[in-house]
């Protein structure tokens, strides 16, 4: 298997992905990293296809790359490696992270060994776009004393993956290292270095001896009463040691510092993407240089002697960052201490500004025009700031920033359903349409001899998260987190009379759904889980799980069968009682009449929806028929699905009871019709197994010889050049690039980029920076056509 190059590049500048970026950081960390695990979620999924993708040469050298069942059994596995001092790399997104915490709360307190490290990578969400609940994890963080790294731009996010080891070292402590989406979707142009390997790897093993090697250390790795309250007297020491090696590294400093004995009107404090979008805004405002920055790369725990120091070159202090007041209020007690004590008088103000001002918002995320928005009126106004900075260009900055947010712009809006060919959509479509029968009171007197059953429907997290949306939205009805739907339901079993359901993914059922499994047959309650077993984890963008052959670097695994583990939890007893079918849904007569009789019938019921991910399925199925276009010239045999104009009556039932993409609305001879748009379709006969009508028709094209072409014959030699960039007179001026995937924005990207001139306003932050908006998998590319890329770069004139 080819391996990508610019993972094994030593000496100049390439282009990566903020997770690619990880990924690379690790190979670069002195003496080599040993384990890199956790748990796919968005945005941090990419990290684990970069793994995938260079599973060769991690094997090669004997490194692990394997996801756990979930994020707490990650950071046990990150726990057990500090046995032979390895250095692992632990990656999982914000809420994931509250799954990890009493494995992470103990791992932290008992700390690492000798040359060994933990990097708990945290992929953050500030604007709450793909995360169930808003999350800051400094907070959890603080919670379990894990210090904090902030990284800023791409070429920090990977070289601080070294540096987080050297602060690990120096505290013996797990360091956390915060990802938010726009660096982890992100990416840009970096300086490579030579990768490092590790001694101690899976082809080198080593024997642990009790005498030498474990019994020494049990007062520090068994942590139980009274050892856990001795260990914790040492972290003030351990949080301190991490502070001073950050100073000496660099990692907090002071960008513009007064000159001694002089201080400035105004100062800022800020981290991570907090620190971009500042330097940004300065930079339009022409302010850069011009006033004192705090740069916090490690935002937990606070440098006390950087941050005394640079309250006294202040007479006011701005902090910067996204979300809630975690800096802020930090920063405050940490002043009011040395106002006590050293009678230093410096206001902070963040969230709130002087004057009664709207501060940095405390919700969602911040932008450069956030930012500016509120910054300017400070400046502008501000009673001791030198006249040439409170004129300038502030108000037109100002005045352009909310213009631009007055203009009244629509984008066409599609709501997030299942790809075509989803699995889901079976199963989805017949429990709409089986509710509804469910809901009748004659067709139940008439099939079944009973009044009405109105369904409970509980919700759990995978791609069936989408039934929260039409046409599908009755099928969702609670959400308590992953693996918790019958949990949920186990809450008001008691009191209800309703049928319950509950879907599944088999991603969440090796998670954690098959403890709510057992709950429900240990108390007998009356569910019907409906786990839709499609062979991967779809959602974050086809990672391995527990029921496939092969982990991330294709080394053999033994994969776990749902229906024998379900089986397995049973009692003898209750054999009879507990219902385990499983089933291809794409026989919908079969899996319709199944699931009727099962979820009507009392006590505990598991259905297993067998089928593969649409997108694995006719992912392999196009390269077969590129393989046969190759060496044929042509595709023999073809079947599209195809709309009738004469037939359709424009009903709408089609994508009512379906929602699939792969659907559209034509204008045609006979006014507004369905079409099937052949861009999407892929022909797996969902739209015409619900047989909302007969317009729906499947064409079969054989050929016996390429078809001929329609397309114009260019003449690549008399191709005009390009015109002149308006803004090419200019020394640096700025491309922006917006467009869907297959529109070649990727390709683009990767051939401007790398000429991209770094720009100073973020120390490098925006070399040449794309943003991937990605699919429903909140990762996956083009799950419901809404993906987009875009470029922000500086070219050189």
Request: with cysteine.
């Given at each position: 298997?080819?391996?990508?190059?610019?993972?094994?590049?030593?000496?100049?500048?390439?282009?990566?992905?903020?997770?690619?970026?990880?990924?690379?950081?690790?190979?670069?960390?002195?003496?080599?990293?040993?384990?890199?695990?956790?748990?796919?979620?968005?945005?941090?999924?990419?990290?684990?296809?970069?793994?995938?993708?260079?599973?060769?040469?991690?094997?090669?050298?004997?490194?692990?790359?394997?996801?756990?069942?979930?994020?707490?059994?990650?950071?046990?596995?990150?726990?057990?490696?500090?046995?032979?001092?390895?250095?692992?790399?632990?990656?999982?997104?914000?809420?994931?992270?509250?799954?990890?915490?009493?494995?992470?709360?103990?791992?932290?307190?008992?700390?690492?060994?000798?040359?060994?490290?933990?990097?708990?990578?945290?992929?953050?969400?500030?604007?709450?776009?793909?995360?169930?609940?808003?999350?800051?994890?400094?907070?959890?963080?603080?919670?379990?004393?894990?210090?904090?790294?902030?990284?800023?731009?791409?070429?920090?996010?990977?070289?601080?993956?070294?540096?987080?080891?050297?602060?690990?070292?120096?505290?013996?402590?797990?360091?956390?290292?915060?990802?938010?989406?726009?660096?982890?979707?992100?990416?840009?142009?970096?300086?490579?270095?030579?990768?490092?390997?590790?001694?101690?790897?899976?082809?080198?093993?080593?024997?642990?001896?009790?005498?030498?090697?474990?019994?020494?250390?049990?007062?520090?790795?068994?942590?139980?009463?009274?050892?856990?309250?001795?260990?914790?007297?040492?972290?003030?020491?351990?949080?301190?040691?991490?502070?001073?090696?950050?100073?000496?590294?660099?990692?907090?400093?002071?960008?513009?510092?007064?000159?001694?004995?002089?201080?400035?009107?105004?100062?800022?404090?800020?981290?991570?993407?907090?620190?971009?979008?500042?330097?940004?805004?300065?930079?339009?405002?022409?302010?850069?240089?011009?006033?004192?920055?705090?740069?916090?790369?490690?935002?937990?725990?606070?440098?006390?002697?950087?941050?005394?120091?640079?309250?006294?070159?202040?007479?006011?202090?701005?902090?910067?960052?996204?979300?809630?007041?975690?800096?802020?209020?930090?920063?405050?007690?940490?002043?009011?201490?040395?106002?006590?004590?050293?009678?230093?008088?410096?206001?902070?103000?963040?969230?709130?500004?002087?004057?009664?001002?709207?501060?940095?918002?405390?919700?969602?995320?911040?932008?450069?025009?956030?930012?500016?928005?509120?910054?300017?009126?400070?400046?502008?106004?501000?009673?001791?700031?030198?006249?040439?900075?409170?004129?300038?260009?502030?108000?037109?900055?100002?005045?352009?920033?909310?213009?631009?947010?007055?203009?009244?712009?629509?984008?066409?809006?599609?709501?997030?359903?299942?790809?075509?060919?989803?699995?889901?959509?079976?199963?989805?479509?017949?429990?709409?349409?089986?509710?509804?029968?469910?809901?009748?009171?004659?067709?139940?007197?008439?099939?079944?001899?009973?009044?009405?059953?109105?369904?409970?429907?509980?919700?759990?997290?995978?791609?069936?998260?989408?039934?929260?949306?039409?046409?599908?939205?009755?099928?969702?009805?609670?959400?308590?987190?992953?693996?918790?739907?019958?949990?949920?339901?186990?809450?008001?079993?008691?009191?209800?009379?309703?049928?319950?359901?509950?879907?599944?993914?088999?991603?969440?059922?090796?998670?954690?759904?098959?403890?709510?499994?057992?709950?429900?047959?240990?108390?007998?309650?009356?569910?019907?889980?409906?786990?839709?077993?499609?062979?991967?984890?779809?959602?974050?963008?086809?990672?391995?799980?527990?029921?496939?052959?092969?982990?991330?670097?294709?080394?053999?695994?033994?994969?776990?069968?749902?229906?024998?583990?379900?089986?397995?939890?049973?009692?003898?007893?209750?054999?009879?009682?507990?219902?385990?079918?499983?089933?291809?849904?794409?026989?919908?007569?079969?899996?319709?009449?199944?699931?009727?009789?099962?979820?009507?019938?009392?006590?505990?019921?598991?259905v297993v929806a067998d089928k593969e991910c649409g997108i694995t399925y006719h992912r392999r199925q196009r390269r077969d028929r590129l393989a046969e276009q190759r060496d044929n010239g042509f595709v023999e045999r073809q079947t599209f699905m195809n709309v009738s104009e004469e037939v359709c009556e424009f009903c709408l039932e089609c994508t009512n009871q379906t929602g699939c993409p792969g659907l559209?609305?034509?204008?045609?001879?006979?006014?507004?019709?369905?079409?099937?748009?052949?861009?999407?379709?892929?022909?797996?006969?969902?739209?015409?197994?619900?047989?909302?009508?007969?317009?729906?028709?499947?064409?079969?094209?054989?050929?016996?010889?390429?078809?001929?072409?329609?397309?114009?014959?260019?003449?690549?030699?008399?191709?005009?050049?390009?015109?002149?960039?308006?803004?090419?007179?200019?020394?640096?001026?700025?491309?922006?690039?917006?467009?869907?995937?297959?529109?070649?924005?990727?390709?683009?990207?990767?051939?401007?980029?790398?000429?991209?001139?770094?720009?100073?306003?973020?120390?490098?932050?925006?070399?040449?920076?794309?943003?991937?908006?990605?699919?429903?998998?909140?990762?996956?590319?083009?799950?419901?056509?809404?993906?987009?890329?875009?470029?922000?770069?500086?070219?050189?004139?």
């Amino acid at each position: 298997m080819k391996i990508d190059p610019r993972f094994i590049q030593e000496t100049g500048r390439d282009i990566y992905t903020g997770n690619e970026l990880l990924v690379k950081g690790a190979l670069e960390s002195e003496g080599g990293v040993h384990l890199l695990t956790g748990y796919p979620g968005s945005p941090i999924a990419g990290f684990f296809d970069a793994c995938q993708t260079i599973g060769p040469l991690l094997r090669e050298h004997g490194v692990v790359a394997r996801l756990a069942g979930n994020e707490a059994l990650s950071v046990a596995m990150v726990n057990g490696s500090q046995m032979t001092a390895c250095r692992a790399v632990v990656a999982f997104k914000s809420v994931g992270m509250h799954v990890a915490s009493d494995a992470l709360a103990l791992g932290v307190l008992a700390g690492t060994k000798g040359e060994g490290g933990a990097v708990v990578v945290c992929g953050d969400d500030p604007w709450s776009d793909s995360t169930q609940v808003p999350a800051d994890s400094r907070y959890l963080a603080e919670h379990v004393r894990m210090p904090m790294l902030e990284p800023t731009s791409p070429q920090e996010v990977k070289d601080w993956v070294d540096v987080a080891f050297q602060l690990g070292r120096a505290g013996s402590i797990y360091i956390g290292y915060s990802m938010p989406v726009a660096l982890a979707d992100g990416g840009g142009t970096v300086d490579v270095r030579p990768n490092h390997f590790p001694q101690l790897n899976t082809n080198q093993r080593t024997t642990l001896s009790y005498v030498k090697d474990i019994e020494p250390d049990l007062d520090q790795f068994v942590l139980l009463p009274p050892r856990s309250w001795r260990r914790e007297q040492g972290m003030a020491d351990r949080h301190a040691a991490v502070c001073a090696e950050a100073r000496q590294l660099g990692v907090n400093r002071i960008d513009h510092k007064r000159q001694k004995g002089e201080t400035s009107a105004l100062g800022f404090v800020a981290s991570g993407m907090g620190y971009a979008y500042l330097r940004h805004a300065l930079d339009e405002l022409g302010l850069t240089g011009r006033l004192p920055i705090l740069k916090l790369g490690l935002s937990y725990p606070l440098d006390e002697q950087l941050v005394v120091e640079f309250a006294g070159q202040c007479e006011q202090i701005v902090v910067v960052e996204e979300r809630r007041a975690f800096l802020e209020t930090h920063i405050k007690a940490l002043l009011s201490a040395a106002r006590q004590r050293d009678g230093l008088d410096v206001s902070v103000w963040g969230k709130e500004l002087p004057g009664g001002l709207p501060g940095m918002p405390g919700e969602r995320g911040l932008n450069p025009s956030i930012v500016m928005d509120r910054l300017v009126p400070l400046i502008r106004d501000h009673p001791t700031l030198p006249i040439e900075m409170t004129n300038g260009r502030l108000t037109d900055e100002l005045d352009w920033i909310r213009r631009t947010g007055d203009v009244d712009f629509r984008l066409p809006l599609r709501t997030p359903t299942f790809c075509p060919g989803c699995p889901h959509r079976d199963s989805s479509s017949v429990l709409m349409e089986l509710r509804n029968d469910l809901l009748d009171p004659d067709y139940m007197q008439r099939a079944h001899h009973r009044g009405p059953v109105d369904l409970v429907s509980h919700g759990d997290t995978g791609c069936y998260t989408m039934l929260m949306f039409e046409p599908t939205k009755p099928l969702m009805h609670n959400y308590s987190g992953m693996g918790l739907g019958g949990a949920t339901g186990a809450g008001v079993d008691p009191f209800i009379d309703n049928k319950q359901i509950v879907f599944m993914g088999d991603g969440t059922f090796y998670h954690s759904g098959q403890v709510a499994i057992s709950q429900s047959i240990y108390t007998g309650q009356d569910i019907t889980y409906i786990i839709l077993d499609n062979k991967t984890t779809a959602m974050t963008g086809h990672q391995p799980n527990a029921g496939v052959e092969h982990d991330l670097t294709g080394d053999e695994m033994n994969p776990e069968d749902i229906e024998r583990i379900v089986r397995g939890m049973v009692p003898k007893e209750t054999t009879a009682d507990v219902r385990v079918v499983r089933m291809d849904p794409s026989d919908r007569d079969a899996y319709r009449k199944m699931l009727e009789k099962t979820i009507l019938a009392d006590g505990v019921k598991i259905v297993v929806a067998d089928k593969e991910c649409g997108i694995t399925y006719h992912r392999r199925q196009r390269r077969d028929r590129l393989a046969e276009q190759r060496d044929n010239g042509f595709v023999e045999r073809q079947t599209f699905m195809n709309v009738s104009e004469e037939v359709c009556e424009f009903c709408l039932e089609c994508t009512n009871q379906t929602g699939c993409p792969g659907l559209k609305i034509a204008d045609t001879d006979y006014g507004s019709k369905m079409q099937t748009d052949f861009s999407w379709c892929v022909n797996d006969g969902a739209c015409a197994r619900i047989f909302a009508c007969p317009s729906f028709e499947q064409i079969t094209i054989h050929r016996n010889r390429p078809p001929r072409s329609g397309d114009e014959h260019v003449k690549l030699h008399d191709i005009p050049d390009l015109p002149r960039p308006l803004h090419a007179d200019q020394p640096i001026w700025r491309c922006y690039l917006a467009g869907g995937g297959g529109m070649g924005i990727s390709g683009l990207h990767r051939l401007l980029a790398p000429h991209c001139r770094p720009l100073s306003l973020a120390g490098g932050a925006y070399r040449g920076r794309r943003v991937g908006v990605d699919g429903m998998a909140w990762l996956h590319r083009g799950m419901y056509s809404c993906s987009r890329e875009i470029l922000q770069a500086q070219l050189l004139g």
